[in-house]
């Protein structure tokens, strides 16, 4: 199984900032098959990236995904006031597919 | 527009059995795969399995194989999880979401709203 670890567990910042978080696996993922998803209190979850680097329909383009191997980041070029949620990563390309523990984004 | 409608709240006690279902719109069913996925209160994303709606392929979460069961019904667009023995530890959000299978996928796009199950005595 591929274990996911996020970074940080919370992030403080402010609306206009960069938010950077970061996703390690514990081992490559294949095709690199991560994806990024945010979640709002009592929402589902909203698929942002996939494949590492694609935007998924109707997500702006101030979220963006890069890495590829076992390191991936996902960044928030400028930090809009509905940004602020939980943020999870998730391999796709073996099974079990797997998630990381979650990174929250807070308004510092 | 694709839709994922799930069926409402659940309360069971321990021992019993749940079935949730999850209604799909607005695409071919069988040109993708449903998976399921949980979340306990407070807690993180859980993948349980995905069900391949053009060829019952199945995959599952080891820790869940022996009691959870999942199904399609193409005539109405229809998934389906069962989950039995539920404990309390069973009590959480599931969703349904879609999945393209293969070097096409595009991961989780659409999502159900999400179904409560509460085990509780």
């Known amino acids: 199984e591929i274990v996911l670890a996020q970074s940080p567990g919370t992030l403080s910042l402010s609306p206009g900032e960069r938010a950077t978080l970061s996703c390690r696996a514990s081992?490559?993922?294949?095709?690199?098959?991560l994806a990024w998803y945010q979640q709002k209190p009592g929402q589902a979850p909203r698929l942002l990236i996939y494949?590492?680097?694609s935007r998924a329909t109707g997500i702006p383009d101030r979220f963006s995904g890069s890495g590829s191997g076992t390191d991936f980041t996902l960044t928030i070029s400028r930090l809009d006031p509905e940004d602020f949620a939980v943020y999870y990563c998730?391999?796709?390309?073996?099974?079990?597919?797997?998630f990381g523990q979650g990174t929250r984004l807070e308004i510092k | 527009q694709v839709q994922l409608v799930q069926s409402g709240a659940e309360v069971k006690k321990p021992g019993a059995s749940v079935k949730v279902s999850c209604k799909a719109s607005?695409?071919?069913?069988?040109?993708?795969?449903i998976t399921w996925v949980r979340q306990a209160p407070g807690q993180g994303l859980e993948w349980m399995g995905w069900?391949?709606?053009?060829?019952?392929?199945?995959r599952f979460a080891q820790q869940l194989q022996d009691r959870f069961t999942m199904t399609t019904d193409t005539s109405t667009s229809t998934a389906y999880m069962q989950l039995r023995s539920l404990r309390s530890d069973d009590t959480a959000v599931y969703y349904c979401?879609?999945?393209?299978?293969?070097?096409?996928?595009?991961?989780?796009?659409?999502w159900g709203q999400g179904t409560l199950v509460t085990v509780s005595s």
């Open positions: 979401a879609r999945l393209r299978l293969g070097v096409l996928s595009s991961a989780f796009d659409y």
């Open positions: 607005g695409y071919t069913l069988t040109s993708y795969a």
């Open positions: 069900i391949s709606a053009h060829n019952g392929d199945t």
């Open positions: 081992q490559s993922i294949n095709l690199n098959f």
């Open positions: 494949h590492a680097s």
């Open positions: 998730q391999q796709y390309g073996s099974s079990p597919i797997t």
